[in-house]
């Protein structure tokens, strides 16, 4: 494809927020460019879970769950404060049913309510338990043709026989598929799908989560022609603080001016591998690992930074997080999982850290998880943390990437990933841990399995902990005995999904100069832009919704702008 020299809209980064911001432009008339630093679309978009927190969403509403925004904007006051990002979150809340009905209808980006999907401080005034995540409809990858290998693949840790995913659903059947004829005949629809696709595709093309996300919105674009350059890279803004009127573009080696009447959208996927920035923002010891894809190098912050724009939030931990365990892929590299919701909270399973004490409700949310590495790790070494189970609970609820029943969990145990130990002494002796505390926490966690009581931190008090515990077990479905030998423990350290701190915008996303005003043709969306949630995160969808909606106001306002 030829380069075109100038355009109404260009867009840097192809992930869901660069590619909602062109899909959006270009539907309402906009000469658009879109220009992706790989060879492929989706950037961590397209390895995520793909929920959306859209309070008030309609596609909820039409399945019979009541939710509003007036109770999330509650819920946001309690998080966040109620003067914090005021204007932002005004124009989030209003606009996000709008805009997600604007792209089911005029594209082919479809969702599902999620149903039951409780928010994350589901104790908080105006958290809702249903009704406010929504989800990408599964998409058919083969409607992409040719153009499927243009997107990026999840991790291999969400797909199994080397290129299927697998979604929440069909779990329960494909584990159990010799235990019904139905299940059966569920999985082996699934194998034969999948096994058909790899005589065409590189893997399955029944695709869901974040990956049917960013092949929607990917296929959306293809179906409007909206010109993709793929291999080029944002490396510089043309213009001040006064007006952007374009970008310099490497291309190959060579790096073009393309100018852009009504402005540039920063789109490049936020900060999560650039060392100076996470040096800068994230606390100390600055955490090794991200899951953000690593082309995210922070080049929209940086650039905007160059022009004198605002960075936003200062006060908080600067990431999205969870706890992640480190995998070894079939391929002897080295991978990231991580525990958002299969593991922490099922019952028999407790986190310590180096000195064999619990710190926290381990059924919290993944971002509370981490944030309480962070916090009591200024008290004692709680980096890495340690997820302690017994054999019962690895056969029956699994561990990271080690799935229920298992065959052959010393697999794992001989390529480093958990250890494993006959005695709980033995195991805090191969992870350091104190041996003494480890019994002890244990001894005294089986207390609270049998009162169903939690008395230091509560685990299973809490809708969210409840949802995903083991609504089977008795009498608290988040606690049970750590008892039956081997008894094994998994490393866990905190690990970005997404970044808070990004460049200060408006409500329409246009980037603000540290006195306020907004830079003339210069958004930010995705990761780029500081995150409306000020640091928090409320619940499932925190940051592809925002993502979502504020490039949906970029590509709106840009439509009103006057040509610079
Ligand atoms: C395992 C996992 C699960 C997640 N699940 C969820 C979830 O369910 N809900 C949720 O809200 N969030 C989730 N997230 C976080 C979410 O994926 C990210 O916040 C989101 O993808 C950010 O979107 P983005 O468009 O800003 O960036 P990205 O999706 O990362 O896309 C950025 C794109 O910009 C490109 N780029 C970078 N630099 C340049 C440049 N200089 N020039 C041109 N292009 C450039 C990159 O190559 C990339 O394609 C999850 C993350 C992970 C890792």
């Not at 083969?142 to 840790?157: K, M, N, T, V």
């Not at 809490?462 to 998994?490: M, W």
Request: overall charge positive; aromatic content about 8%; hydrophobic content about 40%.
């Amino acid at each position: 494809m030829a380069t075109p020299r100038e355009v109404d809209l260009l867009v840097v980064g192809a992930g869901p927020a660069g590619m909602t911001a062109a899909l959006v432009a270009s539907l309402e008339g906009l000469d658009v460019l879109l220009c992706e630093k790989s060879d492929q679309v989706g950037g961590t978009g397209a390895t995520s879970a793909g929920t959306l927190w859209i309070p008030g969403n309609h596609q909820s509403k039409a399945a019979g769950y009541s939710d509003n925004a007036a109770d999330a904007d509650r819920y946001l006051d309690a998080l966040i404060g109620a003067g914090t990002n005021r204007a932002l979150r005004t124009a989030y809340l209003a606009t996000g049913p709008q805009a997600i009905d604007y792209l089911e209808a005029k594209t082919d980006v479809r969702f599902l309510p999620c149903g039951t999907h409780p928010d994350y401080r589901s104790n908080t005034p105006g958290a809702a338990v249903s009704g406010r995540a929504i989800i990408p409809r599964p998409f058919d990858g083969r409607l992409l043709g040719e153009d499927f290998r243009r997107l990026r693949a999840p991790i291999p840790e969400f797909m199994v026989l080397g290129g299927m995913m697998v979604g929440k659903g069909d779990i329960p059947p494909l584990l159990g598929r010799f235990r019904s004829i139905a299940n059966f005949i569920y999985a082996a629809k699934l194998f034969a799908r999948y096994f058909t696709d790899r005589l065409r595709y590189p893997r399955g093309t029944r695709i869901m989560m974040g990956n049917a996300l960013a092949g929607r919105l990917f296929y959306s674009l293809r179906q409007r022609q909206v010109p993709i350059l793929f291999n080029a890279a944002l490396v510089d803004l043309i213009g001040d603080q006064s007006g952007v009127t374009g970008a310099r573009i490497a291309i190959a080696g060579k790096v073009g001016e393309i100018k852009a009447r009504k402005g540039v959208v920063l789109a490049t996927g936020g900060y999560g591998h650039n060392k100076e920035f996470r040096d800068r923002f994230m606390p100390q010891p600055v955490p090794a690992h991200s899951m953000s894809y690593e082309g995210n190098q922070g080049d929209g912050v940086a650039l905007g930074r160059k022009l004198g724009a605002a960075l936003s939030p200062e006060r908080c931990t600067s990431g999205l997080w969870t706890p992640a365990s480190v995998t070894v892929r079939a391929d002897g590299s080295k991978g990231l999982f991580p525990h958002f919701m299969f593991d922490r909270a099922k019952p028999g399973l407790i986190a310590v850290n180096s000195a064999g004490r619990r710190f926290v409700n381990e059924a919290c949310s993944y971002h509370d998880f981490v944030l309480a590495m962070f916090e009591s790790h200024e008290r004692e070494p709680s980096i890495p943390a340690y997820l302690v189970c017994d054999a019962a609970f690895l056969h029956k609820y699994g561990l990271g990437v080690v799935y229920p029943g298992h065959r052959n969990p010393g697999k794992f145990v001989d390529n480093g990933y958990f250890m494993r130990a006959n005695s709980l002494d033995n195991l805090a002796r191969q992870i350091g841990v104190d041996a003494t505390q480890l019994r002890a926490t244990v001894a005294r966690h089986n207390t609270f399995a049998e009162t169903g009581v939690d008395v230091d931190f509560g685990k299973g008090e809490t809708e969210l902990s409840r949802f995903n515990g083991d609504a089977a077990h008795k009498p608290n479905p988040c606690i049970g005995p750590i008892v039956q030998a081997p008894f094994y423990a998994l490393a866990v350290w905190p690990a970005d999904i997404a970044v808070s701190t990004g460049l200060s915008t408006d409500a329409d996303a246009r980037v603000l100069t540290a006195g306020g005003a907004p830079i003339p043709g210069l958004y930010a969306c995705g990761n780029d832009m500081a995150s409306v949630m000020s640091g928090s995160y409320p619940g499932p969808g925190t940051t592809l919704g925002p993502a979502i909606v504020f490039a949906y106001r970029a590509a709106m306002h840009a439509r009103r702008a006057t040509a610079g």
